[in-house]
């Protein structure tokens, strides 16, 4: 993949230039080895068949500040469809007013990651989407309370009938997850990158076409690939040259969390980069604010490489083609509480 | 106005029965000397013509958490369009944990109130957005502040311009006021209530139909009139009975805090009730979650009456008529942050 970068893009520009259509591409086909674009259609999840009725039933659920034990927090506070699909602070504030460890991650085309968290602790969506709730630092709150608080609303419990049809006892906390994980799989946001990947020569610009090749070329594609540019392998942060303590914090040691081997220590899941020029601030720490000083970070990090003004210009650009096309949302009207509806509580339980 | 319970009863279940459509009906003819249905348009408001560019802007700037100092709140945080316009907590929580004094009110509608918040110190939607966006206990930012975040986005500066033709200086702090009034001003929700006006004598319920009569006959209407069905009159809470501390704190006076005079002392701008079934927990303190006692309350407390069981049910089924359709709201896609825009902040300052 080295030094492709002269090559192919005389021959991208010259067609480019000439307006033709789908012609064969060097820098298409060798981008083509590396990513894939989007799906057209939403895409399946394990064990989890998505309906229209539970689309609309995740839709509301994810809309619900009443999954939190303060009544405050939706799974959208952190994860803003308004905001890039994060909530563009360096790591979210939740119950409280506390901290979480780390940034949040766009919800957006999150189903095509590999794994879900920074660490990749979560399988899926489904399984991810009961951590938040119970975080005593996010929504504070218990799967019991939570489905008391869902039995409580009879338009819920008709909903979660019709979402998950012939079950015995639809409603459920694992129910309740599959829901949000059926809502979140339809946000996918196609971007300027999947039209040029799928032969529209003019989706990208000039210097988005030089930053790919960059991008290929200098190796960042080697842990940022795929569909989602990234999401689905652990690395390192820091194989050549660990960052700073402020940005690399040594106290949170990544999936050597959740592997316990040494050799997992300060290994993240490599970002998916889609929609990532709309989602600072950067990194598991969230304190880098400047995508530009982000990709620098990451070509002396991890490519052991000074990148030059230039190139991290060119990679930012290209970056920048990865802001996707959010879908259209109706924001949904939820089921009023009754007399049965456990409170909202402000306290923070410390443990 | 009293005693017509009887009397109008008889003749509206006739004609109700009968399936009779728009016929002459005691009980409606009774209904529209005191109240209005809303309006089939968008109610024009003072000094602020409302055009599409300007609800667009206003739309976004209703949900943009950056309006907040910590970037975690948003108009919609507490007046959310899933929940009835407002927060279903007894007092809004925001910035670092702080509560606020009183009950958030609902959103819908109230473009049609006489003046804004509980002691209507705010002539209308475009002085009372100002409020929570600078108060240090809800959105704890400065309009100098909120001005340099909305100038830092060459997206938000181009819909100003847009939605304020002709302006030398389209992006101010009262600009943004006032594209916040415009989109508030099309969060109208026709409701049952209004159609029964409109001349639909199925559109109530015979229980409902019982319950409005009581509204009328009992007295509430004398406070509790007009489109929004209160919101334009100040009245004691207490007026023949003071209720108890817990729903009547000594130390919030209301309207005495803005009008300094003595009279003033416990008054409030009655409840507009509207979507008031949709909106626990009630008064000012936030402090009643069932319906039905809030009513009981306000039968001792403001007309000296201690209603029974079966007119507080009656009541409250016709307060049920007053929940109304929400309009679709597209959720917006905000522009994002540069390097320009100011750094969230969570820390809390005490003045």
Known sequence: MKKILGVLLASAFAMSAAGSPTLADPLRDAALEVF??????????????????KIDLGKALFFDPRLSASGVFSCNSCHNLATGGDDNLPTSIGHGWQRGPRNSPTVFNSVLNEAQFWDGRAADLKEQAKGPIQAGVEMANTP??????????????????????????????DNLAKAIEAFEATLITPAPFDAFLNGDDEALTAAQKKGLALFMDKGCSACHSGVNVGGHGYYPFG?????????????????????????????????????????????????????????????????????????????TAFLESLTGTVPPVTYPVLPPETAKTPRPTSEVIKK
Do not use: C
């Open 239 to 315: 194989v050549i040259e660990k960052p700073g303590a402020e940005i690399l914090p040594p106290d949170d040691k990544g999936r050597y969390e959740v592997t316990k081997t040494a050799d997992d220590e300060y290994v993240y899941r490599a970002s998916p980069l889609r929609n990532i020029a709309v989602t600072a601030p950067y990194f598991h720490s969230g304190m880098v604010w400047d995508l530009q000083v982000a990709v620098a970070i990451m070509g002396t990090s991890q490519l052991g490489e000074e990148l030059n003004k230039e190139e991290v210009r060119l990679i």
């Open 144 to 173: 019991p309370v939570v489905m008391a608080t869902i039995k409580s609303m009879p338009q819920y419990v008709d909903w979660f009938k019709k979402a998950f049809p012939g079950e015995k006892d639809p409603v459920t906390f």
């Open 36 to 53: 894939k674009p989007l799906p057209s259609t939403i895409p399946a999840v394990k064990n989890n068949r998505i309906t229209p009725e």
